[in-house]
């Protein structure tokens, strides 16, 4: 997926762990940083489980959930935990032949982003490189 204003609001649903998230379309405006185009406030659809009616969609799915009671006239609607997503996420991981790992092997994946150019290589904090060689907590 490309870079997406929409990606705010896919990092707020996998920091979550409710079943189900009430919200205005003003709080989802305010997660994403940006207003709803004019056919999210007009047509039902846009707010579909298909990936393919909104450009939105495809990150809530991604966070493992799916929108229901939506309420264009009162401006809300409810993300619901799709837990079917997470069934084929287990039947996936069974078909590989990994039926030995733990089942939440993997559900931190995409909640930690590297910013380009950043050397993960490179010591944190350079100042303390004195105080673990004089410790002998790290060799010279």
């Known amino acids: 997926m490309s870079k997406s204003k929409y990606q705010a609001l896919e990092k707020y649903l996998r920091m979550t762990s409710f ?3 009430p919200m205005t379309f003003k709080e989802l405006e305010a997660i994403i940083g940006s207003s709803l185009p004019d056919s999210a406030r007009r047509h039902r659809p846009w707010w579909s489980n298909n990936p393919s009616n909104s450009s939105i969609t495809p990150f809530w799915l ?3 959930y799916k929108t229901a009671e939506v309420d264009i006239g009162n401006e809300q609607l ?3 935990r799709d837990e079917t997503a997470e069934a084929r ?12 790992e733990h089942p939440v092997l993997g559900c931190m994946a995409g ?5 380009d150019g950043v050397d993960l290589t490179k010591p944190a904090m350079p100042e303390w490189a004195p105080l673990t060689q004089a410790s002998g907590l790290v060799d010279d």
Do not use: H, M, N, Y
């Not at 909640?111 to 910013?115: A, L």
């Open 62 to 64: 991604a966070a493992g």
């Open 89 to 100: 996420c287990a039947s996936d991981r069974d078909a590989a032949g990994r039926q030995d």
């Open 78 to 80: 409810v993300f619901v």
């Open 19 to 21: 079943q189900k998230i």
């Open 111 to 115: 909640t930690v982003t590297v910013p």
